[in-house]
């Protein structure tokens, strides 16, 4: 942070795309579409132990006013799929769509008929976040991926809407399992 009284004679220049972009990419409002298990991972980034906040992100919005950024958590069955697209098209642009969890990017184990095998064939999905659920830095990783577009490429053209198409590498490595407990009687451990 810059104290005022150290540079009182000093301008700071930028360009306005820049401070545009800086603004965007550091408060990204989600719309969390969470319909299942996927979902409780989504809400535990939120959380204060992984503190989506620190992205300006807190505001999860339940409805698509002001959202920029969609979330889909979880499978999302045929009966679903024009109540997503209907949020989808009223939320602002420029906008982004995160598919999280495999159900939501393939239709993961539930491979039938009513759900859908993937969003992207019916919406437009700029970053893919895999696993099952996946862990909320996974997650994290692919907001930053978003905030990277947005800080690189800045604002997508009006009525040139593509999807980006990223995909995530897991980053988490699981501790062989299972762990020791640790159990003490009398002060001594057994
Ligand atoms: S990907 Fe796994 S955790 Fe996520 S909604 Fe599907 S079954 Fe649940």
Same mark, same amino acid.
């Given at each position: 942070?810059?104290? $005022?009284?150290?540079?009182?004679d000093?301008?700071?220049?930028?360009?306005?795309?820049?401070?545009?972009?800086?603004?965007?990419?550091?408060?990204?409002?989600?719309?969390p579409?969470?319909?299942?298990?996927?979902g409780?991972?989504l809400?535990?980034?939120?959380?204060?132990?992984?503190?989506?906040?620190r992205?300006?992100?807190?505001?999860?919005?339940?409805?698509?006013?002001?959202?920029?950024?969609?979330?889909?958590?979880?499978?999302v069955?045929?009966?679903?799929?024009?109540?997503?697209?209907?949020?989808?098209?009223?939320?602002?642009?420029?906008?982004?769509?995160?598919?999280?969890?495999?159900?939501?990017?393939?239709?993961?184990?539930?491979?039938?008929?009513?759900?859908?095998?993937?969003?992207?064939?019916?919406?437009?999905?700029?970053?893919?976040? $895999?696993?099952?659920? %996946?862990?909320p830095?996974?997650?994290i990783?692919?907001?930053?991926?978003?905030?990277?577009?947005?800080?690189?490429?800045?604002?997508?053209?009006?009525?040139?809407?593509? $999807?980006?198409?990223?995909?995530?590498?897991?980053?988490?490595?699981?501790? %062989?399992? %299972?762990?020791?407990?640790p159990?003490?009687?009398?002060?001594?451990?057994?």
């Amino acid at each position: 942070m810059i104290e $005022p009284t150290a540079l009182p004679d000093n301008l700071l220049l930028t360009n306005l795309k820049k401070v545009v972009n800086w603004a965007r990419r550091n408060s990204l409002w989600p719309m969390p579409f969470a319909t299942a298990c996927c979902g409780i991972e989504l809400m535990a980034t939120a959380s204060s132990r992984y503190d989506l906040a620190r992205f300006g992100m807190e505001r999860m919005s339940f409805s698509p006013r002001q959202a920029d950024l969609m979330i889909v958590a979880g499978r999302v069955t045929i009966k679903m799929m024009p109540v997503l697209q209907h949020i989808y098209q009223q939320m602002a642009e420029p906008k982004w769509v995160i598919s999280m969890g495999a159900c939501a990017s393939t239709g993961g184990v539930f491979d039938a008929y009513a759900t859908i095998q993937g969003v992207d064939q019916f919406m437009p999905v700029d970053v893919y976040v $895999p696993g099952c659920p %996946p862990r909320p830095e996974t997650l994290i990783e692919g907001i930053m991926a978003i905030q990277r577009i947005i800080d690189q490429e800045g604002l997508p053209p009006a009525g040139h809407r593509r $999807p980006l198409k990223l995909a995530i590498e897991p980053n988490y490595v699981p501790k %062989p399992q %299972p762990v020791g407990v640790p159990v003490t009687v009398g002060g001594k451990g057994i």
